[in-house]
């Protein structure tokens, strides 16, 4: 049933870079090790959430091949929902733009979206803290989404540190295939003894003297990667975001950005942002308040 007390809202869920991604170590219960350093992008997908007090969770459009009950955004809401005791549920309405498989952390990004927004909306009243543990019950990334802040990234990639990466101009490239995550971390050939690198607080470096640990396995495997890594080195550094498949070159302005997008060949697909160090999320939530 709706609930006519509180209006819709709709908030921005933003994609992520890794601007870099090192792997140094496998654990025993076989996740790994990382050091990496997120960005987030002023680009993305949209929820809109519509409140009902009768505690029922519903999500349009449903996503080719993933179940309702399986997607994170109802996922996380039903979290929420038990984290917190409320009785109240949501009509949720997705507008996708970031493409699956692509490690610019589109699932982890819209479960965030919904921990904040329904925690705003629901007037639950949990911590940044709590929110954040919840979503990384949800998925490694979840937590640097709830939190909004650039961030250097350890552990699983939830130990964060605040972080200041120029906020500079992005080409990023999707080439047409999904990679699994799952699969890129079981290849025998991934590289996984990086030296651990230690970085200030206040890390404020372009990260152009790392690397991504996952790039030499994701070319290997994919070679539309490898094609697309190609061209766009051609103008730059470019380098592959998470376990892929999009990869990144980096602009000091819009204008240049813009000059590279217009020689892409035919079949190149993908957009040009900005990297942003607070979460669009969190600048509209403000604006809400």
């Not at 309702?68 to 996380?76: F, G, I, K, M, T």
């Not at 490694?140 to 709830?146: I, K, R």
């Amino acid at each position: 049933m709706t609930d006519l007390t509180r209006p819709d809202i709709t908030l921005p869920s933003p994609a992520k870079l890794n601007l870099f991604l090192h792997i140094t170590g496998r654990r025993a219960d076989g996740y790994h090790e990382l050091q990496t350093l997120f960005q987030f992008l002023d680009y993305g997908d949209t929820l809109t959430f519509h409140p009902r007090d009768d505690g029922v969770i519903t999500l349009t459009p449903e996503l080719p091949g993933v179940p309702a009950e399986q997607n994170l955004v109802v996922r996380a809401a039903r979290c929420l929902q038990e984290a917190s005791g409320t009785g109240k549920g949501a009509d949720i309405h997705l507008d996708k733009k970031l493409p699956m498989g692509g490690g610019l952390g589109g699932g982890s990004s819209n479960a965030a979206t919904t921990l904040v927004g329904l925690n705003h909306l629901w007037q639950t009243g949990l911590s940044e803290d709590q929110l954040a543990e919840l979503g990384l019950a949800l998925g490694a990334d979840v937590p640097v989404f709830v939190r909004g802040r650039a961030a250097l990234g350890e552990g699983v990639g939830e130990k964060l540190t605040p972080a200041n990466p120029p906020e500079d101009w992005f080409i990023v490239v999707k080439p047409p295939v999904e990679i699994s995550t799952a699969e890129i971390f079981s290849d025998p050939g991934l590289t996984r003894n990086t030296p651990r690198i230690t970085i200030a607080p206040a890390f404020e470096g372009d990260a152009s003297g790392y690397r991504n640990d996952c790039e030499d396995v994701v070319k290997r495997l994919y070679p539309e990667v490898k094609n697309s890594l190609d061209w766009l080195a051609k103008f730059g550094p470019a380098r592959l975001t998470g376990t892929g498949a999009c990869i990144f070159g980096r602009f000091p302005t819009e204008a240049e950005a813009l000059k590279v997008w217009a020689k892409r060949p035919t079949g190149i697909t993908g957009f040009v942002a900005r990297g942003v160090n607070h979460s669009p999320l969190h600048i509209k939530l403000t604006e809400l308040k």
